[in-house]
Nanobody, 121 residues
Framework: QVQLVESGGGLVQPGGSLRLSCAASGSILSVIRMGWYRRCPGKQRELVATITSGGSTNYADSVKGRFTISRDNAQNTVFLQMNSLKPEDTAVYYC???????????????WGQGTQVTVSS
């Protein structure tokens, strides 16, 4: 069994910062890619940022220069530092990871339960 547990969401004023964390646990052999997605009110889920085990990153254009993704490979944890937050960043943020479990031969995709981020004055 694999679990992704997120933390760090909350209410912040425009221009503020938040840091999200997501830890993968269970019978894990390898985590090849981790990332963050979000679902804004009334919209479909969209990619925010991803990071490979080698440290290569990818960002949505809407967050470039404001958000930074990082990871701790030893702890199977991914972080999202969000600065200069805007009201349009309000969303449920989901952690995502491609994981190879003990006893498996293929990577599978896993999702966290989501954490609410609200940017409002």
């Amino acid at each position: 069994q694999v679990q992704l547990v997120e933390s760090g969401g909350g209410l912040v004023q425009p221009g503020g910062s938040l840091r999200l964390s997501c830890a993968a646990s269970g019978s894990i052999l390898s985590v090849i890619r981790m990332g963050w997605y979000r679902r804004c009110p009334g919209k479909q889920r969209e990619l925010v940022a991803t990071i490979t085990s080698g440290g290569s990153t990818n960002y949505a254009d809407s967050v470039k220069g404001r958000f930074t993704i990082s990871r701790d490979n030893a702890q199977n944890t991914v972080f999202l530092q969000m600065n200069s937050l805007k009201p349009e960043d309000t969303a449920v943020y989901y952690c995502n990871a491609h994981i190879l479990r003990v006893g498996d031969s293929l990577y599978h995709q896993y999702w966290g339960q989501g954490t609410q981020v609200t940017v409002s004055s």
